[in-house]
């Protein structure tokens, strides 16, 4: 099955072999596999292409070259052009978190979506941008406003696997060990208050209150079972006498 | 004025010069400019670290050099840890979203926030990720886990600029006239389908039919009045008698 429910990634006349190997990886990171290549500099396959490419060469080997823009959107319902750049044409402009919730719900309703990206210096031709239905630009720092080709792929990429409702983390933060009983703690606070009492370490008058601020410090650790295990025997270490000579 | 209220992107033994120019173009899209380096692999300066980094070269100049993960993290008050791999850590892991807004929150409260990067091929090691508060990971593909370096740098610049309210696009897709009154639109309507009438276009008896429908296309269009201005200009092109010879 080729180019299923994914947006199809369309690069115009790119010039850099490590931009092209570098979209692959970006592609592979968040799950698209789809490229077509319009007229590449240099032709097709390209010397250099799979070195930056990681283990996304199988999006290379796939990729489908065309020699101009509108035949390699001929068979797609719905077009984006990425610039960074104001064309004076009226058409919907969208961040890439918009523009691929607007791409997901076509592709969820069956239709084929291709984002254009335009050359590495002087992007996408007017003429090129009138071919698309919308256009995605990027919320970058107008004084710093050059995104590498690759890295607008992997924007994109990346906001189209979220909006696709893909983007579940690789694991989570979940406790090993089940958070402690209250009881558990409370049984910590006051083995290690008596040792602290034992130690002369409270001024008789700020005890109480040296003991809120402590529990509250211990609190914030959020202790799981064997977290209390582990520091009262820590504490019983500390405090056990020195073996007799 | 140093290190304002934005993270600070901290490289560990970072060692192909082309990710380190890539990583400072990748702050600067997003507004970030605080960069440390722990111990690049051949020194710095380094040959051709420049070549990449697009316009943020500034970033490079002010790049502060540490010879280990801790001198790094010194004065910081909030660290987070990039990693692909789960470490048996019990710590929070965010998504680069809620990585980043978590570190908006504490560097609005005045908190200096330090982000770790690890080597290209073997990432932070256990104890350097034990040096952090939390961690952030990346909703990749797993079968296409490997980001690179410079790429996940542009994601959590690119989630920090939103996180702080900055991500502003350059540019909307406003309208360059005004909608069209709907009289404007009826007009040409009107105008439209007396000339289908003089041309015999419509079968009699479905008409009104295709007039409805007609009338809905162009609607989908939600025309400007300088839309409605060419389209009558248009039509009034074709349907001009050709001069008598």
Same mark, same amino acid.
């Given at each position: 099955? +080729?180019?299923?429910?994914?947006? =199809?990634? =369309? %690069? ?5 072999? *490590?931009?092209?190997?570098? +979209? ?5 990171? #968040?799950?698209?596999?789809? %490229? ?9 396959? @390209? ?35 990425? +610039? ?15 523009? @691929? ?108 209150? @040296? ?6 410090? #211990?609190?914030?650790?959020?202790? +799981? ?18 073996? *007799?000579?």
């Amino acid at each position: 099955m +080729t180019e299923p429910n994914r947006p =199809i990634i =369309i %690069l115009v006349e790119p010039q850099l072999a *490590e931009n092209i190997g570098m +979209t692959a990886r970006a592609m592979g990171n #968040f799950g698209l596999d789809a %490229l077509r290549l319009v007229n590449p500099k240099g032709g097709w396959p @390209m010397k250099g292409v799979r070195e930056t490419a990681s283990n996304a060469t199988h999006i290379l080997d796939g990729a489908r070259i065309f020699s101009t823009v509108a035949e390699a959107l001929a068979d797609l319902h719905y077009v984006l052009a990425t +610039t960074a750049r104001e064309r004076g044409q009226m058409k919907r402009v969208f961040g890439p978190d918009d523009g @691929m919730a607007e791409a997901a719900g076509r592709l969820g309703a069956g239709e084929r979506v291709g984002i254009l990206f335009g050359r590495e210096r002087v992007g996408l031709s007017n003429d090129e941008v009138s071919l698309a239905d919308a256009i995605v630009t990027f919320p970058v720092d107008p004084d710093h406003a050059s995104l590498n080709l690759a890295q607008s792929v992997l924007l994109v990429a990346y906001e189209w696997r979220r909006a696709a409702g893909q983007a579940v983390l690789p694991f989570t933060g979940g406790l090993r060990s089940g958070p402690a009983p209250r009881e558990a703690v409370i049984a910590l606070f006051e083995s290690l208050e008596a040792d602290l009492d034992a130690a002369g370490y409270y001024p008789p008058p700020k005890r109480d209150g @040296m003991i809120r601020n402590m529990r509250d410090m #211990f609190h914030r650790m959020a202790m +799981t079972e064997q977290d209390v295990r582990s520091f009262r025997g820590a504490l019983r270490a500390l405090t056990r006498r020195p073996p *007799e000579e």
